[in-house]
């Protein structure tokens, strides 16, 4: 049985995590190149996330080969993608008219820019506490199932501790995620891949509690 603690190690169980991770990483050199690889980059561990998690559900401790993935990346960050803008929406209006205020008046729009701020704050937690069941819902039914929005919401909220707990590896894994700048740049782009996959391991922990701990597979068809 999977647990939500293997999140951190289940990646070090595959013989061939090394390779993989580094060159999962050097794929996301991509970044570099201005547009086109700030879109591609991200696809590419959205998918890469995607297909570790078909691993582990289906009961094989391996890590996704590394590649573009974009195929099962694109439904993933595209999802996350609209659910961020939206959010950001309120966050945006009422800078706006904090800014527009502020000229008029001197210290006229401190109080919509403070608003701006806590708004956008706790969209920011309520988000997280989505995320690994927009991660499930998008994995198991593609681009419609993570953007049904009442389906996410009964996903997290069928059992909220599972939520949080999955919620805070989640968060865990971005914290890590970003060790890789104290360390060296270029080794973000390793330690991202590895938050990735603790990603994906909290999200096939939440599947499995949420399914009764059955093995389960991707039904988006074949990986490539």
């Known amino acids: ?63 996704a080969p590394a590649g573009f993935h974009l195929r099962r990346g694109i439904p993933l960050f595209g999802v996350a993608l609209i659910y961020v803008l939206v959010i950001a929406i309120p966050t945006a209006i009422l800078s706006v008219l904090g800014a527009l205020l502020t000229n008029q008046s001197a210290g006229g729009g401190g109080a919509l820019f403070g608003l701006a701020y806590l708004y956008q704050g706790v969209a920011s937690l309520f988000l997280l506490f989505l995320y690994p069941s927009i991660v499930v819902s998008t994995w198991r039914g593609g681009f419609s199932a993570g953007m049904d929005v009442s389906g996410v919401w009964r996903r997290a909220t069928a059992n909220p501790t599972n939520s949080i707990l999955a919620a805070l590896v989640f968060l865990a894994a971005n914290f890590i995620g970003s060790l890789g700048f104290i360390v060296c740049f270029v080794g973000v782009l390793f330690t991202t891949v590895y938050a990735y996959a603790v990603m994906a391991g909290a999200a096939a922990w939440l599947d499995q509690v949420s399914a009764g701990d059955q093995p389960a597979t991707s039904p988006t068809g074949p990986t490539y």
């Open 1 to 63: 049985m999977f647990s939500l603690g293997d999140s951190f190690a289940w990646p070090f169980q595959d013989g061939s995590w090394l390779s993989k991770i580094l060159l999962q990483g050097l794929i996301l050199l991509i970044v570099i190149i201005p547009i086109v690889g700030w879109i591609i980059a991200p696809i590419a561990l959205s998918g890469w996330l995607l297909v570790s998690l078909d691993n582990i559900r289906a009961g094989r401790p391996e890590l």
